[in-house]
């Protein structure tokens, strides 16, 4: 049965890859994909203002269910008109449940079938983050899209403990379904099941049964070798929902952002642009740019002669790095504008290669000349 506000149309299918283009209908605006989404955690983006955000093309961004539930209260988001009203923006937004951030924190936590027994990074007070209080929080800011908590596990996790994590993230989801708000928020179930493909497989067919508009792979990214990832990817794209976005949680370099979408991930999201950017990091089409380092001292070019981005149209090399190194702030925000942008135009490049017939050549392309 299709839902009431979000809606997704698959436009295009790559014949020699499976890589998709597609526009997914929200309650504040559509979102054409392949898509990057930039992260704001805690209600910002670090160190970027919405109408930048708006100039690089940012269709969605994230924030973080597990921050803002410590750090001011959703309650106070709540009574500020919800999050997209508290933080001026007017886009979509997606809500992680905060289940990532527990499992890094794991030496302060205590999971159970309640819930997540977590002890606060900020204060060390104690908290129970039970499915109830995840949706609750996320009803509360107001998201668009809605995840449910899940157990994240490590890479090298054994089969046991990725079957266990994967059967509390069943029961979790189950427990999210039924305390959802529904109307103009929707719900994405998450599958987990670390590096095993039984497991997998078996995490898609109950998921499938909660997913109204949206699907989440989760647990991977986090210690696996890249080949590892992109296998379980093309494990996973003839299984998943076709008629719906799927979404690669937590996962952002510019090499996995075309492996992603070359194995049908509809949606990325990552902080890694904007924390390389903090240390003096630049994407560029050939790899990343250490742009701090004293190769660049006089070198006045823009980061990216072709760029389409503020930094790149206003300042160069020489000035960027002057700003890093002199620890200036203005200097992360330029290089998180450029690797922003990177990203989103990344995404924007794949779907007109998509749509045009030719992204396995494009992709081709791409990985020849970038070196991470």
């Given at each position: 049965m299709k839902d009431k506000y979000f809606q997704f149309e698959l436009e295009k299918v790559c014949p020699k890859t499976g890589a998709r283009a597609g526009v997914f209908h929200t309650p504040h605006g559509d979102i054409k994909t392949p898509v990057f989404m930039p992260v704001g955690t805690q209600a910002t983006v670090k160190g970027l203002r919405p109408e930048d955000l708006h100039d690089m093309n940012a269709q969605i961004i994230l924030s973080n269910t597990y921050h803002l539930f410590l750090r001011p209260g959703h309650k106070l988001i709540e009574n500020a008109g919800g999050l997209h009203k508290f933080m001026n923006w007017d886009r979509p937004i997606l809500t992680?449940?905060?289940?990532?951030?527990?499992?890094?924190?794991?030496?302060?936590?205590?999971?159970?079938?309640?819930?997540?027994?977590?002890?606060?990074?900020?204060?060390?007070?104690?908290?129970?983050?039970?499915?109830?209080?995840?949706?609750?929080?996320?009803?509360?800011?107001?998201?668009?899209?809605?995840?449910?908590?899940?157990?994240?596990?490590?890479?090298?996790?054994?089969?046991?403990?990725?079957?266990?994590?994967?059967?509390?993230?069943?029961?979790?989801?189950?427990?999210?379904?039924?305390?959802?708000?529904?109307?103009?928020?929707?719900?994405?179930?998450?599958?987990?099941?670390n590096m095993y493909k039984d497991l997998r497989a078996k995490c898609v067919d109950y998921c499938k049964d909660y997913a109204r508009c949206g699907i989440a792979i989760g647990g991977l990214s986090v210690g696996e070798a890249k080949p590892v990832m992109y296998d379980m990817l093309e494990y996973l794209n003839p299984i998943l929902p076709q008629d719906m976005p799927r979404y690669l949680m937590g996962v952002g370099s510019p090499d996995c952002l075309i492996e992603g979408y070359a194995r049908g991930v509809d949606m990325m999201d990552c902080v890694l642009p904007t924390r390389i950017a903090r240390n003096g990091t630049a994407f560029a089409k050939t790899g990343k740019l250490i742009i701090k380092n004293s190769t660049f001292k006089d070198d006045f070019r823009p980061i990216e002669e072709d760029c389409d981005c503020y930094a790149c149209k206003h300042y160069t090399r020489a000035y960027i790095r002057h700003l890093i190194n002199a620890g200036e702030m203005l200097g992360a925000e330029l290089l998180s504008i450029h690797n922003l942008r990177f990203l989103i135009r990344l995404a924007e490049k794949s779907r007109e290669a998509i749509l045009g017939d030719y992204f396995a050549e494009f992709k081709e392309e791409f990985m020849s000349n970038f070196k991470y």
């Amino acid at each position: 049965m299709k839902d009431k506000y979000f809606q997704f149309e698959l436009e295009k299918v790559c014949p020699k890859t499976g890589a998709r283009a597609g526009v997914f209908h929200t309650p504040h605006g559509d979102i054409k994909t392949p898509v990057f989404m930039p992260v704001g955690t805690q209600a910002t983006v670090k160190g970027l203002r919405p109408e930048d955000l708006h100039d690089m093309n940012a269709q969605i961004i994230l924030s973080n269910t597990y921050h803002l539930f410590l750090r001011p209260g959703h309650k106070l988001i709540e009574n500020a008109g919800g999050l997209h009203k508290f933080m001026n923006w007017d886009r979509p937004i997606l809500t992680d449940s905060g289940g990532f951030q527990v499992f890094s924190l794991s030496d302060l936590r205590k999971v159970s079938e309640k819930g997540v027994e977590f002890k606060s990074h900020l204060s060390g007070e104690r908290f129970m983050m039970t499915p109830k209080l995840c949706m609750d929080i996320q009803h509360s800011l107001g998201s668009d899209i809605n995840m449910a908590l899940d157990q994240c596990t490590e890479g090298h996790a054994s089969y046991a403990e990725s079957e266990s994590a994967m059967k509390l993230t069943k029961i979790w989801l189950e427990q999210c379904a039924k305390e959802h708000a529904g109307g103009k928020q929707i719900l994405f179930p998450i599958v987990q099941g670390n590096m095993y493909k039984d497991l997998r497989a078996k995490c898609v067919d109950y998921c499938k049964d909660y997913a109204r508009c949206g699907i989440a792979i989760g647990g991977l990214s986090v210690g696996e070798a890249k080949p590892v990832m992109y296998d379980m990817l093309e494990y996973l794209n003839p299984i998943l929902p076709q008629d719906m976005p799927r979404y690669l949680m937590g996962v952002g370099s510019p090499d996995c952002l075309i492996e992603g979408y070359a194995r049908g991930v509809d949606m990325m999201d990552c902080v890694l642009p904007t924390r390389i950017a903090r240390n003096g990091t630049a994407f560029a089409k050939t790899g990343k740019l250490i742009i701090k380092n004293s190769t660049f001292k006089d070198d006045f070019r823009p980061i990216e002669e072709d760029c389409d981005c503020y930094a790149c149209k206003h300042y160069t090399r020489a000035y960027i790095r002057h700003l890093i190194n002199a620890g200036e702030m203005l200097g992360a925000e330029l290089l998180s504008i450029h690797n922003l942008r990177f990203l989103i135009r990344l995404a924007e490049k794949s779907r007109e290669a998509i749509l045009g017939d030719y992204f396995a050549e494009f992709k081709e392309e791409f990985m020849s000349n970038f070196k991470y």
